[in-house]
């Protein structure tokens, strides 16, 4: 059974605003929702915060190097954002426990 897939309004801001100049990213994005909607969590683990998954994966364009955080669990992926590879830092994780408070997920 395919999960649910959804996206916080910072991945989408992300997202969008990213889109205007990478129109590949498109198809990379889509690629990468196939395989979380047949149930597959690529990447590498990136975290637990309070029992929830948490995983990073890597996006490339070129030059361009992206990471996709999301949360999953069997039924259901949260994207949570998606950022540059050199942006990507310690701080990163207490945006992502932001991002789960915000969205009802903590």
Known sequence: MPRDIRWSKEFDKQYEKLLKRHS????????????LQDGENPGSPYTTIKGAAVKRCEVNIKS??????????????????????????????????????????M
């Open 24 to 35: 590949p990213l498109e198809d990379k994005i889509g690629s990468l929702l196939d395989q």
């Open 64 to 105: 361009l190097k992206l990471r996709v955080v999301y949360y999953h669990t069997s039924s259901l992926v949260l994207l949570l954002m998606i950022i540059k590879r050199k942006d990507f830092n310690q701080k990163s994780i207490k945006r992502v426990e932001n991002i789960l408070k915000r969205e009802g997920y």
